[in-house]
């Protein structure tokens, strides 16, 4: 029995910060990594960030960078994404993804390879 359950999404003035929460049950056993994407209407769903669990290997796409930093708490199965310095194009329903351990299909960080997803939350950024 696995879940991915999002939160901490919501209205946000342009350069304010927010932090979404991913909580996975079962992270350790079950999860071989964890990202965050994200879908603007009209646009393709692109993937923002990724945690490796066995190493703590991170992964950014270029334009959040320097803006966004994902984290994990093992302890409570929970994935962070600590969102500063936001700008009018980071609005969108974010999501978390999970890619299981045992998982053979081709793991692409940003793209491809996850199993599990959230139901997502909203992140607006307006003033």
């Known amino acids: 029995q696995v879940q991915l359950a999002e939160s901490g999404g919501g209205l946000v003035q342009p350069g304010g910060s927010l932090r979404l929460s991913c909580a996975v049950s079962g992270f350790e056993l079950d999860y071989y990594a964890i990202a965050w994407f994200r879908q603007a209407p009209g646009k393709e769903r692109e993937g923002v960030s990724c945690?490796?669990?066995?190493?703590?290997?991170?992964y950014y796409r270029e334009s959040v960078e320097g803006r966004f930093t994902i984290s994990r708490d093992n302890l409570q199965n929970t994935v962070y994404l600590q969102m500063n310095s936001l700008k009018l194009e980071d609005t969108a329903v974010y999501y978390c993804a999970a890619r299981r351990r045992g998982n053979r299909m081709y793991w692409d960080p940003l793209r491809s390879g996850y199993d599990a997803w959230g139901q997502g939350t909203q992140v607006i950024v307006s003033s």
């Open positions: 945690i490796r669990t066995t190493d703590g290997d991170i």
